[in-house]
C-alpha cells in the first residue's frame, strides 16, 4: 500500500512540474492524484470508516487553507477593479534608474508582504511597462520585482501562501515571523538589487503617457484601497484577540468589504456596476489555484495518515542531519517544484511536538520556502505571472536573474543563521 501511494504520489508530482509541456493544468493532476491516494488508502485498510474519519478531520485543516486564500483573493480583486492601487503607482515620477531599482524593489518587498506576491508582482510590472521603455532593461526589473515580491511574502503570515500555511497550521505566530525573518528576506532582495542597479547608469527617455482616464471616482478608488488594505492588516490582529483560525478573521473582512462596496455603489443596477462587483470578483478570481491547493494538500494529508512523511522525516534526519542543511535544501527545491507541498509534506513530516511553534526550524522553513523560488523563472507564482506579462524566456532568467536570486538567498540564509545563533 506504502509502495503504491508514494509512486502515484510521484507520477502525479512530476506530471504538476511538466504541466507546460504536457499541457495539463497542474489543478486536475493535484484532483486526481489526492483523490486516488485515498482510493488505495482505503482499499487496503481494515477500517473505511476509520480512513473517512481522519480525511475529514483533514479536510477541516485544508478548508481553513482555502477559506482563507479565497477571502483575500476576492478583497484584492475588488481594490484592483476599483483602480485602487493607480494610489501607489501614480505616486512614482521618476526616471533615474538606480533610484527606480531601489523604488520598485522597496515597493513590491512591502505590498507583497500585505497582498501577496503574485498580486504584487502583477500590479509592479504593470507600472514598469507606463515608466520603463526599453524592454531589454525592464526584464531586468521585473526580475528584480520577482525576487522582492517574493522575499516581502516570506516575512508575513499574508504575504506568501506558505508562510500563510504554516501559520494557520500553527507552527508560526506573527509576531515570530516578522521579527525573525524581516532582516534575512531584507537581505535577500538588498544585495541582488544593489548589483543591479550597479549595472545601469543614467536616465529613461521620457515616455508618452498613455495612461487611460480612471474610470472609478478618486473618492471610491481611495475609500476601496483603504478599506482593503485596512481588512487584510486586520487578520493578524483579530486572530490575536479572538484565538479563532486566520479565515474567519479574512471572511469578516470579506464581509465589511462587500458591505462597503454595496453601499457604494447603491445607486447603480446590477449592470452598472459590472466589473466593480463582489459577484465578478468571485468569477475574476484565480479559481484553478485554489483546487489546485486543495488537490496537493489532500495528496499530503494522505501521506501523513499512512506514516510515510514519517519514515521520510526519519531519513532525512539520518542521511543530513544538520537542520539548517535540510531546510536550505527544501529551499532550493521550492525552485523547481511548488513551495506549497514541499511546505505541507514538512508540516506532516514534522508535527509540532517535534517542533514546537516559533521553533527555529519553522521560521526558518519559511524564510527558504518563501525566497528559494526566485532562484527560477518557474519556482514561483510572482515569476510565472512576470514571464507571462513580459514574454521572458527561460534561459535569459537563468543567465541573468537566477545567478543573483541564489546569491540573495544564501545571503539572506546566513542572516538568520547568523542572527539565531548570536
Known sequence: MLLSISILFILGYVAIVMEH??????AATALITGVLCWTVYSFFAESRETVTEELTGYLGEVAGILFFL???MVVVELIDAHDGFEVITDRIKTTD???LIWLTGILAFLLSAVLDNLTTTIVM???LRKIVPNHRERLLFAGLVVIAANSGGAWSPIGDVTTTMLWIGGQITTSSIIVKTFLPSLASFA?????ISRQLKGNFESVENTKQT?????WQRNAVFAIGVCLLLFVPFFKTITHLPPFM????GLGIMWMATEMIHSGKDEGERGVLSVNHALRKIDTPSILFFLGILISISALQATGILMQVSGWMDQQIGNINLITITIGFLSAIVDNVPLVAAAQGMYPLDHFPTDHYFWTFLAYCAGTGGSILIV???AGVAAMGMEKINFLWYLKKISWLALIGYLAGAGVFILQEYL
Open 214 to 218: 480612471v474610470s472609478t471616482p478618486r
Open 97 to 99: 534608474k538606480r533610484k
Open 379 to 381: 519556482g514561483s507564482a
Open 21 to 26: 509541456p504536457l499541457r495539463i493544468n497542474k
Open 70 to 72: 479565497l477571502g483575500a
Open 191 to 195: 544585495v541582488p538589487a544593489f548589483i
Open 125 to 127: 510590472v504593470s507600472l
Open 249 to 252: 478573521g479574512i471572511l469578516f
